[in-house]
């Protein structure tokens, strides 16, 4: 069947304006996971939500960026006034309920110029 | 300190022969995930495991949650596993956190 699909799979942006990342995950998967990852780095969990609420978003870095899941299904990530430093793959992930294995998307790569 | 320590952070090996990947953490965990990324990005869950081992093909994964350290083996070794290994403890709370990752090249 399918596996979590991202889009776009690239995104180039100028510093200050606002990007969405979406994430569509597994059909029926109840959890979803936003992961950052810089270069070179291993990823960087930022937010996961069980159904439609946000179970955990400790990992967001700051008040710019912000997600929702407003049907329990696909999930868009925000973030506002964008920043070179806000470059990097941002990965999502989605498992059938929250103590199960997860499967991960291919990432979307936003770049901040 | 990082939370999670892998190594050795990268590995060249000779096609055949026997892999360890170590990973300590320092806080109290429920489960942890072993990934594998390939070059391009894309990762695959290989294991989740909260005690004891686990085994699917020629890799095998051990966790001793007491000591904080988990293992991941991978027997008869092929070019085909060149890839970066990650370790992802979970706390509580659900929230994974990741190793920076094993670098693996495997050699014909």
């Known amino acids: 069947g399918a596996g979590v699909s991202q889009t776009p799979s690239n995104k180039v942006t100028e510093k200050g304006k606002y990007v969405e990342l979406r994430c569509d995950p597994i059909s029926g998967h109840t959890a979803l996971y936003w992961y950052r990852q810089s270069l070179g780095q291993g990823p960087e969990f930022l937010i996961y939500?069980?159904?439609?609420?946000?179970?955990?978003d400790s990992g967001l870095p700051n008040d710019r960026f912000f997600a929702v899941r407003p049907e329990g299904s696909v999930s868009t990530l925000k973030i506002q006034r964008t920043e070179r430093g806000d470059s990097a793959v941002y990965l999502c992930a989605s498992s059938p309920d929250v103590s199960d294995t997860q499967y991960f998307g291919p990432g979307t790569r936003l770049t901040v110029l | 300190k990082n939370e999670v320590e892998q190594s050795p952070q990268n590995l060249t090996a000779q096609e055949g022969e026997f892999i360890t990947i170590n990973c300590s953490y320092s806080v109290g965990i429920s489960a942890l995930h072993w990934l594998q990324q390939h070059p391009g990005g894309g990762i695959v869950s290989l294991f989740m495991l909260s005690s004891g081992k686990k085994k699917h093909g020629r890799l095998i994964a051990t966790i001793n949650i007491q000591e904080k350290h988990s293992s991941l083996h991978i027997t008869a070794s092929h070019p085909r596993d060149s890839a970066v290994y990650i370790c992802?403890?979970?706390?509580?709370?659900?929230?994974?956190?990741f190793g920076t990752g094993t670098s693996l090249t495997v050699i014909p």
């Open positions: 992802a403890p979970r706390k509580a709370g659900n929230q994974f956190y």
């Open positions: 939500f069980q159904g439609t609420g946000a179970a955990d």
